[in-house]
């Protein structure tokens, strides 16, 4: 086999990468560049978090990180949405979920996100933040913007 045919006959790999992104941070935009290069197509999921209570709405926030995306990255998609991020997941055949980690609390957290997730068919990859942007939250972000 040539490696165009391998390349021909490979399944394309979907990822999508769910957060509230309020705001969404030069970390998530790390994130969802370092996805790019490990899946063919990346889906930044902006969703609503019932513990959380974001800004301003989840469109608002998808238009928002829509327009910090290089227009050169035709492999990134942006959606809102309010559910499941499995659900999503399963209606749009998107095989893996990503997930930034900053530190051992985030892959705590995550870890059991992911386990959860897993037991509904999708598994996910952490992406460890890069070290000089692993204390930027969107948390941190917002209390210096007010």
């Not at 394309?12 to 290069?37: E, I, S």
């Not at 990180?65 to 227009?71: F, N, S, T, Y």
């Not at 998609?77 to 900053?102: N, P």
């Amino acid at each position: 086999m040539s490696s165009d045919e391998g390349v021909r006959d490979r399944v394309r790999v979907r990822a999508v990468y769910p957060g509230t992104f309020d705001p969404f941070t030069p970390g998530h935009l790390n994130v969802v560049n370092r996805a790019r290069d490990l899946f063919d197509e990346v889906v930044v999921l902006v969703a609503v978090n019932s513990t959380k209570h974001p800004s301003v709405s989840e469109e608002e926030r998808a238009a928002a990180v829509r327009a910090v995306l290089p227009v050169e990255w035709t492999s990134v998609t942006v959606a809102a949405w309010s559910g499941l991020t499995s659900t999503y997941c399963r209606r749009h055949g998107i095989g893996v979920i990503v997930r930034g980690v900053r530190n051992t609390t985030d892959l705590w957290t995550e870890h059991q996100l992911a386990a959860m997730n897993q037991s509904l068919g999708v598994p996910t990859v952490f992406l460890p933040a890069q070290p000089e942007l692993a204390a930027v939250s969107s948390t941190a972000v917002r209390s210096l913007g007010r």
